[in-house]
């Protein structure tokens, strides 16, 4: 009788101290969930709303570079806001190569001004960072999902970190598959985050191989639709290093399904577009958004934003919530 006493009361110290472990675990993605700052903040998501959404009616091109960014945070470090910081050696990942291009930060440090005035202290960067996103998508005409808050910022960032960890546009299906299960996302996430190209402009050096000299015989890449290359070729002559063209032309400020209808046509812009074809599971998924009624891309997007959103995020206690988003408190 004692015995079986002791070994209950053991039974439940353990289900306690367990218990107690796990729910101060600090690393733990679970800590996020839509309307964090519901009690916190109350009015945090709709200052985002409403900023990005003012920001937008200036300069509708904005929105794509700002979804961008929340991709390029999350593959590197994981979402912690670390795409922000500024270093004065200059070896942060803004000054990374695949970060070239990256407009709108002074967008993200505005809001954030906005933020702090509400309520000091309280958002972090790195959630701003997701909640922008999701307002571009809409902005642009996009479906809404609700966004997972409670990330806390990093403290570091690492120029190196940003050139390995970010894919290539010539990255071919094999190593893009790789590259995005090593953040936990599968096939599916691939495709249809790759859907994100549907709005926004990319630069001609990055497809100029496949316009002029593919296997470096001057040839143009068989995955590439001739009557489309012709006309590439129009707008990016083979050493020109500064103009940009429109991923999805005539709706590149607009978050439709035509990239998939592009991609089904030879017509996607990168190689790494290009490569969803060569993928059982990641063709039949494009060749299904180009079917009128079996679209299932915008309820997707929301889907896979938010499992890109709890890559490597910090919760609980690590971390810190940075006051302004270019540098550690
Ligand atoms: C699958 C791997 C990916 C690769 C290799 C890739 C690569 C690139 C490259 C090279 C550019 C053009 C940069 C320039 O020339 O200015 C670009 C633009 C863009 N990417 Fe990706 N990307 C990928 C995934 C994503 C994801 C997951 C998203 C968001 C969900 C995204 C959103 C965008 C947007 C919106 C632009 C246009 C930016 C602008 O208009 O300034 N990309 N991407
Ligand atoms: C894909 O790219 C990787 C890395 O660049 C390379 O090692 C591999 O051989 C390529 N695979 C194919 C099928 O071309
Ligand atoms: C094409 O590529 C080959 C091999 O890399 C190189 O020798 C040649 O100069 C390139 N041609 C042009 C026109 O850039
Ligand atoms: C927006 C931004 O900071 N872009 C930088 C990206 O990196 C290059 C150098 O590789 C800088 O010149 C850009 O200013």
């Known amino acids: ?11 439940f110290l353990l289900q306690i101290s367990l218990f107690l472990l796990f729910s101060f675990d600090p690393t733990n993605a679970h800590g996020l969930k839509v309307g964090f700052y519901d009690n916190t903040c109350p009015k945090a998501e709709l200052i985002v709303m409403k900023s990005v959404s ?26 912690e806001g670390s795409v922000l910081l500024e270093l004065k050696n200059k070896k942060d990942e803004k000054n990374a190569a695949p970060n070239l291009s990256i407009r709108g930060f002074e967008v993200i440090d505005n809001i954030k001004a906005s933020l702090e005035k509400e309520c000091p202290g309280v958002v972090s960067c790195s959630d701003v960072l997701a909640l922008v996103a999701r307002d571009a998508v809409v902005a642009m005409n996009g479906r809404s999902w609700g966004v997972e808050t409670g990330r806390r910022d990093g403290r570091v960032t690492n120029i190196n970190e940003a050139n390995s960890n970010l894919p290539s546009p010539f990255d071919n299906i094999t190593s893009l598959i790789t590259q995005f299960h090593s953040k936990g996302l599968d096939k599916k996430d691939l495709a249809v985050l790759s859907g994100g190209h549907t709005v926004g402009i990319g630069h001609c050096p990055l497809i100029a191989n496949r316009l002029y000299n593919f296997t470096g015989k001057g040839d143009s890449d068989p995955n590439l639709d001739s009557e489309y290359a012709a ?40 190689q790494s577009d290009a490569a969803l074809l060569d993928n059982q599971e990641t063709k039949s998924y494009v060749l299904k958004q180009t079917k009128n009624h079996g679209s299932t891309f915008f309820e997707d997007f929301g889907v896979s934003m938010v499992k890109m959103g709890r890559i490597g995020v910090l919760t609980g206690r690590v971390g810190e919530i940075r006051k302004k988003c270019t540098m550690v408190n």
């Open 231 to 270: 006309r590439l070729k129009q707008k990016c002559k083979p050493t020109d290093t500064t103009t940009a063209l429109e991923m999805d032309p005539g709706s590149f400020k607009t978050f439709d399904d035509s990239f998939f209808k592009l991609v089904s046509k030879r017509r996607g812009f990168f």
């Open 54 to 79: 003012d920001v937008m009616k200036k300069d509708p091109t904005i929105g794509a570079p700002l979804l961008r960014m929340f991709f390029h945070d999350c593959f590197v470090r994981g979402c």
């Open 1 to 11: 009788m004692v015995t079986l006493k002791m070994s209950l009361s053991c039974f």
